[in-house]
């Protein structure tokens, strides 16, 4: 399908902000080599802080290393703060020999490395390549670089893992963050309505049930549904769960062909319901989990899904392992 | 007529990109990649509208975002990607310049030569900026010993105080410094200094108020 080589990159301009910027920033050196380097890595960082804006990555600059005037007097720093992964380094490319020089005083919290090469006169950068390998002092030479795309594999890849919300914890009546009581974020007809799905009325003392606003919308606007899920003790001691999906306080019916599986941990599908046309809630049959067995409940609205992870694990007494 | 070939099938290529960019959901790999093979085939093909303007590059970055963040909003009835983009970006240069026009701008537009500007800020007609200033005397002073009492273990003499003032303006290289302390290799030197120097040196930028003040300033 290509008939470009995308180890050739992709070119970007360099705009007057950028250069106002990292003028802004040179200016406060003293030596023209600390000038100059402040320069070519301040445009690097921009370059790359440009194609994450285009690709809606989250990246911030004023917690970027490159941003702190005291840091660009202390060291060769061109780095940018991705929130969620670290800090990328953004390298300049020397145009004369097609390297990358790596400071030897390389923080070791850098995650990856783009490699840059500036045509400043051409006012246009060119995003060479990625790399997760490399040490301080080190000479990477272009060759030795990725394609630069493989910063989007990386961030794919690696994206934190949402946390499981604790069952057993929600039973203490502790809520995670985004939870709140069902009362909430449903009106009394449809909690009532809820209710008299929830169970046997033999668990309805133990029953705890919890919501959380999910937002599914896409380009035809927000599209928000409410998830209910309600653990309760069993005889046994395992919990028997109870999810539910709900619209969001004021609509009276579920957008069509919204889907709500049971995964299994290994994410294999388990259990799969779907709206129809007129559905005021809909419901996943009544399980039981056992202390082995974490769970996932998916949401889904034609291409967007989230899913929510729980665990049935008693607690743990966990011991922070803090590095001093 | 091999030109108008190679451009159908760019245009065909590229409306397919699109498509599929559209089909999966934002912040996906997926969508990501083919966006960023838009922009790539596009810049490529030398079809891209240019105009010799110093906001070009500027409104081009601007374009580049539109299409990336509304690849929706191409509409593959109406005309070949190229057009719709070519289309979005004369339009928005000639929103440009007419917000200039209205601005009256009397400022020489900032046409800054890289190595040219060089020559102009040699250190000696630069005073000492205040933050550098007042970092270096910080340094220097070490009133409760917390720079001097982060040293490489062993080596009370080979410590943050010292590590600072080397690296700051005027800098000694890593070589040196490990030369001067007859060091075999800059490792514990560097080490010690992004690991215990640098946060240091951080937290009083915090406490001065440095990084606000830097926004303050902006030009």
Known sequence: MQNLKTSEGLVLPITQEMLQKAEQFAQQQTSTSK???????????????????????????????????????????????????????????????????????????????????????????????????????????????????????????????????????????????????????????????????????????????????????????????????????????????????????????????????LLAQSGKMLKKVLSGTTDNFIQLPYFKCDQDEDFGIEISLADVSITEFFTCQPELTINADFMG | MVNERTNDNLDQQLSQLIVEACSFPSKSFERRQRLTQVVQLVQHSGKLWYENTPFYEEVLQKTWLHVCRNPEAYDSSRAGVITWINNYLR????????????????????????????????????????????????????????????????????????????????????EAIAEEFNLKSTAGITALYHRKCLPILRQFGQQQGYLENDQKTGK
């Open chain 1, 35 to 261: 000038h100059k380097q402040v320069i070519h890595n301040i445009l690097a960082v921009l370059t790359v802080y440009q194609y994450l804006v285009m690709m809606d990555v989250l990246a911030d600059l004023d917690s970027s290393d490159s941003w702190n005037p005291l840091l660009r007097y202390a060291t060769n720093v061109a780095d940018l703060k991705v929130p969620g992964f670290g800090h990328l380094e953004c390298r300049p490319i020397d145009l004369q020999t097609d390297q990358c020089s790596l400071p030897h005083d390389l923080p070791d919290n850098r995650f990856g490395l783009i490699g840059v090469q500036l045509h400043h006169l051409e006012r246009r950068a060119r995003l060479r390549g990625f790399t997760t390998h490399f040490e301080p002092g080190q000479t990477i030479a272009v060759e030795e670089l990725q394609p630069f795309t493989q910063l989007l594999s990386y961030l794919s890849r690696y994206e934190v893992k949402p946390s499981l919300i604790s069952l057993p914890q929600v039973l203490r009546g502790e809520l995670s963050v985004g939870w709140q009581r069902v009362e909430a974020l449903l009106g009394t007809q449809q909690w009532n309505l809820a209710m008299s799905f929830m169970g046997t009325s033999e668990t309805a003392a133990r029953r705890i049930t919890v919501a959380k606003l999910l937002n599914l919308g896409i380009q035809l606007g927000p599209e928000s549904v409410v998830l209910l899920i309600s653990p309760a003790m069993e005889q046994g001691g395992e919990l028997g769960i109870r999810v539910q999906v709900h619209p969001s306080r004021g609509e009276r019916y579920l957008p069509q062909e919204l889907a709500l599986t």
């Open chain 2, 91 to 174: 339009f928005r240069l000639k929103d440009k310049r007419r917000d200039l026009w209205q601005e009256q701008q009397h400022r020489v537009s900032t046409n800054i030569n890289l190595e040219d500007d060089l020559i102009e800020l040699l250190p000696a007609s630069q005073p000492i900026p205040p933050i550098l200033e007042e970092t270096l005397q910080w340094i220097e002073q070490d009133s409760d010993g917390e720079l001097r009492g982060a040293h490489l273990r062993g080596c009370p003499e080979i410590n943050c105080q010292i590590l600072l003032q080397r690296r700051f303006p005027p800098e000694v290289s890593w």
